[in-house]
């Protein structure tokens, strides 16, 4: 059974740096493609970035892009998530998933494709 632990959220100012990790703990699944999903308060579970089983191919949503950088260590399945100049606006829950039948270079975007989710780990951002 995949358990992801994701670590790593907390409270920052504007401006600040946070870093994110997701680890399947108890690695059940063999390069799977990795993303994290945010959900602000009454909002829908939005996608943030994502990476491919490769580790070759990344996506971003347009509110992060050039401020987020996501990572993966294939050796210990596990993916990380470099939040810099945060904004309050990227305030929620973070999330983290795989998509375990992801072709090799495939980026999941979509929450209906992934197979395994975390529990979240909050992250608030002060103006």
């Known amino acids: 059974q995949v358990q992801l632990v994701e670590s790593g959220g907390g409270s920052v100012q504007a401006g600040g740096s946070l870093r994110l990790s997701c680890a399947d703990s108890r690695r059940t699944v063999s390069s799977p493609a990795m993303a994290w999903f945010r959900q602000a308060p009454g909002e829908e579970r939005e996608f943030v970035s994502a990476i491919s089983r490769s580790g070759t191919y990344t996506d971003y949503a347009d509110s992060v892009k050039g401020r987020f950088t996501i990572s993966r260590d294939n050796a210990k399945i596990t993916v990380f998530l470099q939040m810099n100049s945060l904004k309050p606006e990227d305030t929620g829950v973070y999330y983290c998933?795989?998509?375990?039948?992801?072709?090799?270079?495939?980026?999941?975007?979509?929450?209906?494709?992934?197979?395994?989710w975390g529990k979240g780990t909050l992250v608030t951002v002060s103006s």
């Open positions: 998933a795989l998509d375990t039948g992801a072709g090799y270079n495939y980026i999941p975007r979509t929450t209906g494709v992934m197979d395994y």
